[in-house]
């Protein structure tokens, strides 16, 4: 492979790093739960998907973009699905301050659902 | 025998949902190396073998495909991704620091259907700074975290991000039905 073809790969696997690099500090660094469920899910799935586009553009055959794709398309749809369950485990176990939030529409509708 | 969902037929005794056994056929020709006649018919079998093992129930029907609003969507949706990439561990460091920065916010979106409020919250996870923690399917209401809604301003602007992407998901995927909610008013 020449060194212009190796380049666009590079740049694609050291970005998909930094920003998976990012996810762990985030979870590292920020103070509550919910704002590293940010961390935890977004760079991280960006990070993976341009791994997955540097694999791509390297064995640019159809079984490995297939492969890839479907990695893509799971990431994607059970990223949210996680974050939806660990952030419903919280609230129900009481790990949200709600004082720290500005609004809290959730807290209001557990307790009017309560009464 | 009425009340079968369309596109099933009945195996052993099972309503068998052919749109299922279809995308569930998909995802094993993607998983398989090559495409040939004989990977589509174990693709078929290892489908049918699932869905009567696993009975799931009737999937919501609502869901059509328009290309230009799918490819809208997803133009949109790799845009989002990209800007959500950098920018926002930093945003996040700044944020959420300090106290009362961040807000969880309650928007109930306009149309009813299973479909969109999972589509929809999944597209949702794409924005920077909004992360779904709470779903309620009965009203098809969806609960974000919001990074950096600090005052009135910034809780309508996260609802008003909410109903937009919500939009796009209903002119790439939705019915007819779906689509009057979505232009017969902007207020739900």
Redesign the interface.
């Known amino acids: 492979m020449s060194l212009a073809a190796q380049l666009p790969i590079a740049a694609f696997l050291l970005v998909g790093a930094s920003?998976s690099i990012?996810?762990g500090?985030?979870l590292l660094?920020?103070?509550?739960l919910?704002?590293r469920?940010?961390?935890a899910?977004?760079?991280q799935?960006?990070?993976l998907?341009?791994v997955l586009v540097a694999v791509g553009i390297r064995f640019p055959t159809?079984?490995v973009i297939?492969?890839l794709?479907?990695i893509a398309l799971l990431q994607?749809?059970t990223?949210?699905v996680a974050?939806?369950l660990v952030?419903?485990a919280?609230?129900r176990t009481g790990q949200?301050r709600s004082?720290?939030?500005?609004?809290?529409?959730?807290?209001?509708?557990l307790d009017a659902a309560a009464d | 025998m009425e009340e079968r969902p369309r596109y099933s037929v009945r195996v052993a005794g099972r309503t068998v949902q052919l749109p299922l056994v279809a995308w569930l056929t998909l995802?094993w020709?993607?998983?398989?190396?090559?495409?040939s006649v004989a990977n589509v018919l174990s693709g078929i079998a290892a489908a049918l073998v699932l869905v009567v093992v696993f009975p799931f129930p009737p999937l919501d029907p609502g869901l059509r495909f328009h290309p230009a609003g799918f490819a809208r969507f997803a133009g949109r949706f790799a845009y989002d991704?990209?800007r959500?990439?950098?920018p926002?561990?930093l945003q996040?460091?700044d944020?959420?620091?300090q106290?009362?920065?961040?807000?969880?916010?309650?928007v109930t979106l306009r149309t009813h259907s299973d479909f969109i409020l999972t589509a929809t919250?999944?597209a949702?996870?794409?924005l920077?700074?909004a992360?779904?923690?709470?779903?309620?399917r009965q009203t098809g209401?969806l609960?974000l975290?919001a990074?950096g809604?600090?005052?009135d301003a910034?809780?309508e602007s996260v609802r008003r991000l909410v109903l937009d992407q919500e939009a796009r998901v209903v002119r790439a995927f939705g019915t007819r039905e779906d689509r009057a909610l979505i232009e017969g008013g902007t207020n739900p």
Do not use: C, Q, W
Request: glycine letters at 10%; hydrophobic letters at 50%; proline letters at 4%.
């Open positions: 920003a990012g996810a500090l985030g660094r920020l103070p509550d919910l704002t469920m940010h961390a899910t977004k760079p799935s960006v990070g998907l341009l159809g079984e297939t492969t794709v479907l994607l749809t990223v949210p974050a939806h952030g419903r919280a609230y949200v004082e720290d939030l500005y609004v809290d529409e959730l807290a209001e509708a | 995802i020709l993607l998983m398989g190396d090559r495409f991704m990209a959500a990439a950098g926002l561990a996040a460091f944020t959420g620091l106290r009362r920065a961040n807000s969880v916010v309650a919250s999944i949702l996870s794409a920077p700074g992360l779904v923690v709470d779903v309620r209401t609960f975290h990074l809604a600090a005052d910034g809780v």
